[in-house]
């Protein structure tokens, strides 16, 4: 292995109505007073916000709340999170939804103690060295922020989507009831399942060196997610394949593999960013466009990892066979694949082209990515 850090100090509270008891994992730390962030008004219809409060309540803590976090979550919500927390003098953030709210709680838990625009550190250069503590119900998985320190957001007037990484956007504690993802729709089963594979497969595609060992943990996240996808999306309330979704998703992206590893990127991300801040599309569903063309130009650069992901996940022998088998399931699972499923025109190509360059000089790769291979790529995507 090569030399490593690794810290993770979120508490999981997994389990069948541990939500009840969100206000007893929320006092020990303090906290007098909470803003709820949640996205739709299901949370309120399902019963699941009258519950936190509840339990809230019981445990001395008040709170005042914002609804209304939107997939591809955008900074002036976040902006707007910041001045109620500042103004009720908000101690903590309590997240009610999947990736997207959690990722506006960090962002808000930052930006409450923070003197400048919060916009400000969302540039993955700055990051945030303190922000109010935080604390989540999952009710959507796909992102893993339960478990990470990252948060990606959408300035909607410059069109940008950035984000940070900073050990302060940790939450404390992540409750994970996999009976109350029990209702998720099919097409959003099929984004999350992309969504983790690509948090994945950015990493084991593009690392220049992966241990043994962790090579192993990826491609059994990666099995879970098949497996467990394709169980879901006959038997939605099976528990079971349910719980084992929702680990693999936090365990893609928690740390854990990336132990070890030397030189990884996260380019198929870097390339939907731009794909979801011009067009709105669900993450996922970008992913699941991006992934087969990306795959198919990037295998001639390190065939021997693509061989072995086409032995191990799929049991097909070369590489191209694997990229093949990996599209065809997510066609399966009735995921798009191609721009125009996404409602992306061609005569839009070029200027996607271009607001993926800006992203990728950010990020010191347009050697490998120069516009004119970006062009190309999202023409094979059409």
């Known amino acids: 292995m090569k030399d490593f850090s690794f810290y993770n100090p979120t508490k999981v509270e997994f389990g069948r109505g541990k939500e009840e008891l969100i206000g007893s994992y929320m006092a020990p730390f303090g906290v007098k007073k909470a803003l709820i962030l949640y996205g739709s008004e299901r949370v309120k219809s399902s019963g699941l916000f009258e519950t936190a409060v509840k339990s809230l309540a019981a445990n001395g803590i008040d709170y005042v709340e914002l609804g209304g976090i939107k997939s591809n979550p955008v900074i002036s919500k976040a902006r707007e999170g910041v001045k109620i927390a500042k103004e009720n003098h908000a101690d903590a953030i309590l997240a009610i939804g999947g990736g997207s709210v959690i990722d506006s709680a960090k962002v808000i838990a930052a930006g409450a103690v923070y003197d400048g625009d919060i916009w400000d550190l969302c540039n993955y250069q700055n990051s945030p060295d303190a922000a109010l503590k935080i604390f989540d119900i999952l009710t959507l998985s796909a992102a893993g922020s339960e478990t990470n320190c990252s948060a990606v957001i959408t300035n909607e007037e410059t069109t940008e989507k950035f984000g940070f990484s900073s050990p302060a956007a940790y939450p404390s504690v992540s409750v994970i009831n996999p009976d109350l993802q029990s209702t998720v729709t099919s097409h959003y089963l099929a984004y999350s399942a992309v969504d983790i594979c690509s948090h994945c497969l950015d990493l084991y595609f593009t690392a220049s060196y992966i241990p043994e060992m962790t090579a192993d943990h990826i491609e059994n996240i990666l099995k879970t997610v098949i497996r467990t996808t394709d169980i879901l999306l006959k038997k939605p309330s099976d528990y079971e ?33 731009s794909m979801s801040a011009l067009y709105d599309i669900p993450h996922g569903a970008g992913l699941a466009v991006v992934l087969p063309a990306w795959t198919s130009w990037h295998r001639s650069m390190n065939p021997q990892r693509y061989e072995r992901f086409a032995r191990n996940v799929f049991g097909v022998q070369s590489g191209k066979e694997g990229v093949e088998a990996f599209r065809n399931w997510i066609v399966k699972i009735d995921a798009p694949v191609s721009l125009k499923e996404v409602h992306i025109p061609e005569n839009g190509i070029d200027q996607l082209a271009a607001h993926i360059f800006r992203t990728i000089q950010m990020a010191g790769m347009q050697e490998l990515y120069p516009i004119e291979t970006l062009t190309d790529l999202l023409f094979s995507m059409r």
Request: no cysteine; glycine share 10%.
């Open 241 to 273: 394949a349910r719980s084992e979704f929702i680990w693999a998703a936090s365990e893609a992206l928690n740390g854990s593999t990336r132990i070890g590893v030397e030189g990884n990127r996260f380019d198929t991300h870097l390339i939907e960013h």
